[in-house]
């Protein structure tokens, strides 16, 4: 099979598994308590000014990098991540649902608006160049063709083939319910580990995109969480 043919197959096959994912959670939120997660296939998408989020983004420059590439390998890369994602997040570290002192400290003072134009600012900034990944490693074998017998999903089916996300932006096109998956291509080994070890342990949840993650997590072992971030971070 080529990779293009290969890769929408799985992004198929991954659309097909969401609604299946969704009913399974929707049957415990009610056991449990309605609205205990945030459904994101209803989020729109995130329309922003971009010059109102590049005045409100002087502080997150110190971690975050002047043009949204990270100074150090513990911060996340924002340029070029789809803002429907960045949105999301600066929204779910206020509410709590995703942990992180630091940023649950940088949203706790930020307006619905500015968000929105922070989350429309990184967006359209230029995401950090592609680099070598080495598809016959451990890690590229587990992004792109999954271990079935392990229960490991292709990430790429999600995330695309290259990691890229998505969705480019920017773009007028209508939003697949998917716009808010992330791009996760050149994003550090510390990072992804750290993310990954989070949905495992529930300390990033309470959306719908959440729960697909930490179930995907709860299928790797500490050796393919290592692979794969060594993958990405060479993506
Ligand atoms: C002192 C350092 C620091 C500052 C300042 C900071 N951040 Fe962060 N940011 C972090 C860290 C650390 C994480 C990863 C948190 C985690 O592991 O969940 C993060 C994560 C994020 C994410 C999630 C990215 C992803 O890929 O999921 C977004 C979005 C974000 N920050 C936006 C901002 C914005 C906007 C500002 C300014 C208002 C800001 N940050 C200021 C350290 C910082
Ligand atoms: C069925 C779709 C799907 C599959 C398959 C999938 N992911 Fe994800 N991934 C998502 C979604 C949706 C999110 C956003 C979660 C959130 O908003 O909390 C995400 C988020 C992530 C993040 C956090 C990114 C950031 O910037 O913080 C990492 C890391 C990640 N995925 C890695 C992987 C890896 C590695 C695999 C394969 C083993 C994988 N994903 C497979 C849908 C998927």
């Known amino acids: 099979m080529s990779s293009m043919h290969r890769f929408l197959h799985l992004v198929v ?68 991540q789809s803002a429907t994602y960045l949105y999301v997040q600066l929204k779910t570290f206020k ?66 083939p290259t990691g890229q996300g998505p969705r480019v932006y920017p773009s007028d096109a209508p939003q697949p319910p998917w716009s808010t998956f992330p791009r996760l291509q050149g994003q550090s080994a510390i990072y992804v580990t750290k993310e990954l070890g989070d949905f495992g342990s529930g300390a990033r949840s309470g959306t719908s995109n959440a729960l697909i993650m930490q179930s995907v997590a709860k299928s790797l072992g500490d050796a393919d969480i290592q692979a794969l971030s060594a993958y990405i971070a060479t993506q």
Request: charged share 15%; proline share 8%.
């Open 13 to 80: 096959a991954a659309t097909l598994w969401l609604p299946m994912l969704s009913a399974v959670a929707a049957d415990s939120a009610t056991a449990r308590k309605a609205g205990a997660w945030t459904d994101l296939r209803l989020q729109h998408p995130i329309i922003g000014d971009v010059q109102a989020g590049h005045a409100k983004s002087a502080v997150c420059a110190a971690c975050h990098g002047p043009q949204g590439v990270a100074v150090a390998p513990n911060f996340p890369n924002l340029a070029g």
């Open 95 to 160: 509410s709590g649902q995703r942990k992180d002192p630091i940023m649950s400290g940088q949203t706790a003072a930020l307006s619905d608006a500015d968000m929105r134009n922070l989350a429309a600012y990184y967006a359209a900034l230029p995401a950090k160049p592609a680099g070598h990944a080495d598809a016959a490693s451990r890690g590229g074998r587990l992004f792109l063709d999954g271990d079935p017998d392990q229960g490991v999903p292709p990430c790429q089916g999600c995330h695309g």
